[in-house]
């Protein structure tokens, strides 16, 4: 059976540098810094104090207060983001095709907050007033339930968890899906809202985070002096379409999906497996998934989160599917400017290599001023660069040892 080509028809975001796709798009071209102090709560016990936290936000411009108070942030940021994508995408979902239009939108930690809440109000006040939302709130797969509630979208439905690689895995799912003929399109990508008491002081604990006191040198991808990764916050999503039901009702097309690989570090629960093996699997599974030569590849969207192994041992995984012209393409880390969106990151960064594929761009990495020697890739510092692209490829990494890569392809007929 011959696969289904699927295309990239919406884009929804909601991010540290912008409160739309367009808007993170055109400040990740820019070089915005999205990072500053953490406002969300009192931070003065710990020793991290920034964050990629949303700039100009409130719920209640999308949504009814009621609404809202019934979901926890990552699924109100997914609903946001989700919104946008369908809108933009211009797909009418109705009774003759919401069969065949799924969600498979992903959260790595669900809602955090609405865990921390719940546990003041059992331990102050007792079982008896534990909210009845307090379940439907917490758990990762509400945000697909919630959007496929409000669009009507009753095709394949479900949420991937895989910490920092789920919103890619989430993408790469529904693009199966498509490619299979279970659906026709899928509105995927992945969200996230873990700047709370206890987001933050578990991942304090675990020593991931940077203690950079700078907001505007906190997240510096690549750098020599580089300490760990800013924590963020949000959500990207995309419709994704098999390609001629996209081109029949006239269709804007960002980019096409051409491979999808996923695999397992089977190595330790929070560091990568030595020199990015599983990572580099993951690359050359996308590309065999795709039937396409490591050199034809010009540009990876890279996990970059700022930490020691993760920029060591992607660097090393790239070199090892990519060769010598691993110099040849260009690399970056918008993770640079947002922190890490952990399982929003996906999302966000597949919409990213689209836009840049559909406009010939590359986003700057931001924060390197000193290069660490053993990362000798074209980083892409100093400003966007402009590029013929015709393939690019997006990493995700997460805990736990899941790897993530998504290839695209420049759209052509």
Request: glycine fraction near 12%.
């Amino acid at each position: 059976m011959s696969k289904r080509r699927v295309v990239v028809t919406g884009a929804g975001a909601l991010t540290p540098i912008g409160n739309t796709a367009p808007k993170t798009w055109e400040n990740a071209l820019n070089g915005y810094n999205g990072i500053g102090n953490i406002t969300r709560f009192d931070n003065s016990e710990y020793n991290i104090h920034v964050a990629g936290e949303l700039k100009d936000f409130d719920v209640e411009n999308y949504m009814d207060k009621k609404t809202a108070r019934r979901m926890d942030r990552f699924t109100q940021y997914a609903m946001i983001a989700a919104d946008e994508a369908v809108k933009d995408s211009g797909l009418e979902i109705n009774d003759d095709n919401a069969d065949r239009v799924g969600v498979w939108i992903g959260s790595g930690i669900g809602g955090i907050q609405a865990l921390e809440d719940g546990f003041k109000v059992l331990y102050e006040r007792g079982p008896r007033r534990v909210s009845p939302f307090f379940v439907p709130m917490m758990i990762p797969d509400m945000a697909s339930g919630q959007v496929s509630i409000k669009h009507g979208a009753k095709g394949p439905n479900g949420a991937t968890v895989t910490a920092c690689a789920t919103g890619t895995n989430s993408i790469g799912e529904a693009f199966k899906f498509i490619e299979r003929g279970q659906a026709d399109a899928m509105i995927s990508g992945g969200t996230e809202a873990p700047i709370t008491k206890m987001g933050v002081a578990g991942f304090q604990a675990n020593k991931a985070l940077t203690v950079t006191e700078d907001p505007d040198k906190a997240s510096r991808p690549y750098s020599a002096d580089r300490d760990g990764f800013v924590i963020g916050e949000g959500s990207g999503i995309v419709m994704l379409e098999e390609l001629e039901h996209a081109k029949a009702r006239g269709a804007e097309i960002y980019a096409e999906i051409v491979g999808y690989g996923t695999t397992g570090d089977a190595y330790h629960i929070t560091a990568p497996s030595q020199d990015g093996e599983g990572g580099a699997r993951a690359m050359q599974m996308a590309l065999d998934d795709a039937e396409v030569q490591p050199d034809a590849v010009d540009y990876i969207n890279g996990h970059g989160t700022s930490t020691g192994y993760n920029d060591l041992f992607e660097t090393i995984a790239i070199k090892t599917i990519f060769g010598d012209h691993a110099y040849q393409m260009l690399v970056n880390s918008t993770k640079s400017m947002t922190g890490h969106l952990l399982g929003g990151g996906g999302g966000m960064e597949a919409i990213i290599t689209a836009c840049s594929l559909r406009d010939g761009r590359v986003h700057p990495t931001i924060n390197l001023d000193h290069p660490d020697p053993e990362l000798d890739l074209d980083y892409v510092t100093g400003g966007p660069v402009e590029a013929p692209l015709k393939y690019a490829m997006s990493n995700s990494f997460g805990f736990g040892g899941h790897n993530a890569s998504l290839l695209f392809k420049k759209y052509e007929e």
